[in-house]
């Protein structure tokens, strides 16, 4: 059983920047895929970011070059670094843990976390 907890979100504005954590309980981090989603209120959760065990990383196509994901089992810890933010990037970003694998959809998903909020102003 793994427990993920998400913190970073808030309000920034259009062209800023945000770092999302995801800390992990109950399991050894390394063991996981982790991965990101986000959804807006009334649509599907949808795929952001995954990094495998070894930390081969896999992005959407709306994110690329923008958002950063990474890891560190040292510390049970992943991150989403998030730069030049757009209010399209506004919704509630989950952390996601796949046993060995990393989740790129939603029904590949093990563990979620809680969700934390992002918001870009325009």
């Known amino acids: 059983q793994v427990q993920l907890v998400e913190s970073g979100g808030g309000l920034v504005q259009a062209g800023g920047s945000l770092r999302l954590s995801c800390a992990a309980s109950?399991?050894?981090?390394?063991?996981?895929?982790m991965g990101w989603f986000r959804q807006v209120p009334g649509t599907e959760r949808e795929f952001v970011a995954a990094?495998?065990?070894?930390?081969?990383?896999y992005y959407a196509d709306s994110v690329k070059g923008r958002f950063t994901i990474s890891r560190d089992n040292a510390k049970n810890t992943m991150y989403l670094q998030m730069n030049s933010l757009k209010p399209e990037d506004t919704a509630v970003y989950f952390c996601?843990?796949?046993?060995?694998?990393?989740?790129?959809?939603?029904?590949?998903?093990?563990?979620w976390g809680q969700g934390t909020q992002v918001t870009v102003s325009s």
């Open positions: 109950g399991s050894t981090l390394s063991t996981y895929g």
């Open positions: 996601a843990a796949r046993y060995k694998i990393p989740p790129v959809t939603g029904t590949q998903v093990d563990y």
């Open positions: 990094i495998s065990r070894n930390d081969g990383t």
